[in-house]
T-cell receptor, first 120, second 119 residues
Framework: GAVVSQHPSRVICKSGTSVKIECRSL??????MFWYRQFPKQSLMLMAT?????????EQGVEKDKFLINHASLTLSTLTVTSAHPEDSSFYIC????????????????FGNGTRLTVT | AQKVTQAQTEISVVEKEDVTLDCVYE???????LFWYKQPPSGELVFLIR??????QNEISGRYSWNFQKSTSSFNFTITASQVVDSAVYFC????????????????FGKGTKLTVNP
């Protein structure tokens, strides 16, 4: 089945530094990828929609200058948490949709394994 | 606004018991999708099922079955003869049906139900 790889799985960084998280679709192309955030024992909240070759669409309340998204190819989207602070510590998870599937805009999302970010 | 409610925060059962996870949703859309995902302790989200709003037929996949009832806005998930490996957090989710390529499919998740299956 469709596989989405996310890297790194865990990262610990110091406050003020930036962290880049990669999301790759391994066996399919994805013109659209999605970034979610999950606080401990909480649900997943959509942060932004990443579109290949164009700007990401951010959900209300998400700072686009803090959470930089780049979707430079059909198989890779990156999320950079800039000037990270302890309150940014969370579980970040990406998802992607197989663009080759007919009517793909409604095909199921496949999720990566997530990245646990800890900012000290 | 769309909303998904999973009233059961945690459920604990003994192996081989049947267990039903409840999901109630709210939406003004006439066309929408409902999902169930499994999140084991390792963190990844595993896709289990997607059902569109026009298909109320119940589905069975092995030990898993889903009961979709539009009249009560519910999409419940039953695991038959539960196993220890079923222990995970299960999320129910709802999305609108996107009509254009690249449109934002905003998956609204419930808060999840933590299922523990004891040997």
């Amino acid at each position: 089945g469709a596989v989405v790889s996310q890297h790194p799985s865990r990262v610990i960084c110091k406050s003020g530094t930036s962290v880049k998280i990669e999301c790759r679709s391994l066996d399919f192309q994805a013109t659209t990828m999605f970034w979610y955030r999950q606080f401990p024992k909480q649900s997943l909240m959509l942060m932004a929609t990443s579109n290949e070759g164009s700007k990401a669409t951010y959900e209300q309340g998400v700072e686009k200058d803090k959470f930089l998204i780049n979707h430079a190819s059909l198989t890779l989207s990156t999320l950079t948490v800039t000037s990270a602070h302890p309150e940014d510590s969370s579980f970040y998870i990406c998802s992607a949709r197989d663009s080759s599937v007919a009517g793909s805009y409604n095909s199921p999302l496949h999720f990566g394994n997530g990245t646990r970010l800890t900012v000290t | 606004a769309q909303k998904v409610t999973q009233a059961q925060t945690e459920i604990s059962v003994v192996e081989k018991e049947d267990v039903t996870l409840d999901c109630v949703y709210e939406t003004r859309d006439t066309t929408y999708y409902l999902f169930w995902y499994k999140q084991p302790p390792s963190g990844e989200l595993v896709f289990l099922i997607r059902r569109n709003s026009f298909d109320e037929q119940n589905e069975i996949s092995g030990r898993y079955s889903w009961n979709f009832q539009k009249s009560t806005s519910s999409f419940n998930f039953t695991i038959t003869a539960s196993q220890v490996v079923d222990s995970a957090v299960y999320f129910c989710a709802l999305s609108e049906a996107v009509s254009t390529q690249g449109g934002s499919e905003k998956l609204v998740f419930g808060k999840g139900t933590k299922l523990t299956v004891n040997p």
